[in-house]
């Protein structure tokens, strides 16, 4: 799943689905750390920022992450703040196989649809009613579908995205706990149904 850094988004993604990935967009990121740096110190941040987001693995982002932050924490505090928050979130897409990569690490594809879709609701008139809008968005989104379909997948990749899910949902259950054998102490002892009612 990805999302900008809204909060709301971001609680609703990890309840909504709790064993996906969640990738922070890296054009609203990138965004955000180019506001807080200044633009003398900005085009080789961005470099190395760029660098670390696209690394060719997840341990060789964090290592260029913390030789960004080593180097610019004392001129570009907030910058670094920014840079630091959420990593791992940003650099999920590392997770994906590599040719799917640019297709996850960014929100863009989706606010295009949506930019193109404010527009062609401006030129027409209100006067034509909900359904003709919605027909009008439906076919946008089948345009949308079929141009995101153009990513093929291999069956190296195939096997590499069910690895990822087995380790997701692994990681899922070790943290709640799902795995665990109760232990005889835990064991509720059966009661008969004449008893429990």
């Known amino acids: 799943m990805v999302s900008d850094g809204a909060p709301g988004i971001i609680k609703a993604i990890e309840t909504c689905f709790p064993r996906s990935e969640r990738q922070r967009c890296l054009a609203h990121r990138m965004r955000n750390l180019a506001a807080k740096a200044p633009e003398d110190l900005w085009p080789e941040f961005r470099e190395r920022a760029a660098a670390a987001y696209q690394a060719p693995s997840r341990a060789i982002a964090r290592e260029l992450a913390e030789g960004l932050a080593r180097d610019y924490e004392s001129k570009l505090p907030s910058a670094v703040a920014c840079f630091r928050d959420d990593f791992e979130a940003c650099i999920a897409h590392l997770r994906a196989p590599v040719n799917h990569r640019r ?12 930019v193109e879709e404010r527009r062609r609701l401006k030129i027409i008139p209100n006067a034509f009613g909900e359904k003709p809008v919605l027909k009008l968005m439906f076919s946008a989104m ?20 069910e690895a990822l899910r087995r380790e997701l949902n692994q990681s899922y259950e070790e943290e709640n706990e799902l795995n665990r054998k109760p232990s005889a102490d835990m064991r509720q002892k059966k009661v008969p149904s004449i008893i429990r009612t």
């Open 142 to 161: 089948i345009r949308a579908a079929e141009r995101w379909r153009a990513l093929k997948i291999t069956g190296f990749e195939r096997r590499q995205m």
């Open 103 to 114: 297709a996850v690490r960014t929100t863009n594809q989706l606010e295009r649809l949506f």
